[in-house]
């Protein structure tokens, strides 16, 4: 994630998204990415692990200062290609379907900007290149237990014309948002699909299915990867 002032030096201390813990770590330097690795990273859960509470410290001490972890507040997170150098086309696709994404989610109340930490919702991230340029453009989708209540719904069996219920989050009020949380054991992320070749026209069946869902369209075509750690499933 960007830096709070943008520095491309990244003197200035950052957050990153720990994936599949869906912990964002704050205060992040480079010289405190040592003690982050060996004091947080090398215990969180990993693509294999089954689907037991995360119980990592929340304070992780550095000689440089102190880093912070607090859960991801999004049910889904999704991660596009987007380097510009080593394939163009991930450069300009990558705008193009997070413009997509949102438009299809907002009307559901689910789209979220970098900055916007309401519970619920998805994050859409620009990440760099993960490799295959006949794979462009990639798309990385991590999901929470049935992220928004619908893993189970059968829309073949629902009223013609009628949509199934998407499941959103209430706001907490500030004061009672660290108390709720931690009624809800936090697991991380049960599910990652990692799809290709997504054009900006599959945007609507990838929110509708893939990220409120958890189900594959095309698997034919476009995917390339991923788990679930619900079925113990390492990689499809």
């Known amino acids: 994630m960007h830096t709070p002032s943008h520095h491309a030096d990244y003197s200035q201390p950052t957050s990153i998204l720990v994936l599949p813990a869906f912990t964002i770590v704050d205060n992040v330097t480079p010289p405190a990415v040592p ?3 060996d004091k947080y990273i090398s215990h ?3 693509t294999s692990d089954p689907l037991d509470p995360v119980t990592l410290p929340k304070t992780i001490p550095s000689s440089v200062g102190d880093m912070r972890a607090r ?3 999004h049910r889904a997170v999704v991660l596009l290609c987007s380097h510009r150098t080593r394939d163009a086309r991930c450069g300009q696709s990558a705008p193009l379907i997070k413009k997509e994404l949102e438009r299809h989610l907002r009307p559901l109340g689910l789209d979220r900007d970098l900055d916007d930490e309401r519970p619920g919702g998805v994050g859409i991230y620009f990440i760099n290149h ?9 798309v ?5 237990p049935d992220a928004f209540g619908l893993d189970k719904v059968e829309r073949g069996k629902l009223p013609p014309g009628q949509e199934p219920q998407v499941k959103v989050a209430k706001p907490v009020p500030a004061e009672e948002g660290e108390e709720e949380r931690e009624k809800e054991p936090d697991v991380g992320a049960a599910q990652c699909i990692w799809l290709a ?3 900006p026209e599959d945007c609507e069946n990838l929110v509708r299915y893939t990220i409120l869902q958890g189900k594959v369209v ?3 075509k476009q995917l390339r990867g991923g788990f679930d750690r619900s079925t113990g499933m390492m990689s499809w």
Not at 130 to 138: D, E, I, L, T
Not at 140 to 144: A, E, G, M, N, P
Request: aromatic residues 6%.
């Open 35 to 37: 003690s982050l690795v």
């Open 44 to 46: 969180a859960p990993t």
């Open 71 to 73: 859960p991801c507040p």
């Open 130 to 138: 993960v490799g295959g340029h006949k794979y462009s453009a990639n």
């Open 140 to 144: 990385l989708i991590y999901r929470r």
């Open 197 to 199: 070749r997504v054009r």
């Open 218 to 220: 095309k698997p034919d």
